[in-house]
């Protein structure tokens, strides 16, 4: 989870505009990971992305933005595939770069804001987003999903899991089923075919949270 749009002189964002959970908490996503895992960080994938690459939805080269540190981006190294993780918080990218120093994994770990992802000057058939895209106010998400398009190929999909305001138990910036379409929109290159529930497991609900799992395509 990361990332903000941009530029700032504040020493402890690393010269990017804090994002509106940024502001809100007053400390950098950095800071989250310096006191051990913080509570989105389970120590393995979600089951809702291992389902995922269980029926194939990863395909070509893989982008997984806000990779934390890094369980995702590994799991879909582990089949095979190409694949780059980013995120702004260096203490995780170094936690990640070692998983797959252990693990024998090819994945590589970037330092990138998500709102500046065409800087990459790289391309992906698949993207990933697994909560970060909920962490982000509606002028951000719109910021983000232009910035996700410049990176995504024509025909690509991006798989948006996120925190939903239906049920109970609610996760923190739950989002509501028309925030996906409303930022997603088909004017910056989208089409949202699918918005389905699902969960998010955390380290403090018990039975995880409740989520939206988006595919998106990439016109």
Known sequence: MSDGPGTSTGD???GRFPTSHERMTGV???ASYHDGPPPWDIGRPQQAVVRLASRGAFS????????GTGEHA??????????????????ALAVA??????????AEFVTAD???LGELRRTFETVLDCGLFHSFDAV??????????SVTEPGGTLYVLCFS???????????GRDDLPAAFTRDAGWDVTAVEPNRVETRIHDDGAPAWLATIRRL
């Open 60 to 67: 070509g080269s893989v982008l997984d933005v806000g990779c």
């Open 12 to 14: 402890p964002f690393g």
């Open 97 to 106: 770069r070692a998983k797959a120093a252990a693990r024998g994994l090819g």
């Open 74 to 91: 590994l799991h879909i190294a582990s089949l095979g595939l190409p694949v780059v993780g980013v995120d702004v918080a260096g203490t």
């Open 114 to 116: 998500a709102f500046g």
């Open 28 to 30: 950098p996503w950095d």
């Open 140 to 149: 951000e998400r719109r910021e983000y999903a232009a910035s996700v398009a």
């Open 165 to 175: 305001d239906e049920g109970s138990g609610t996760g923190p910036h739950p989002v």
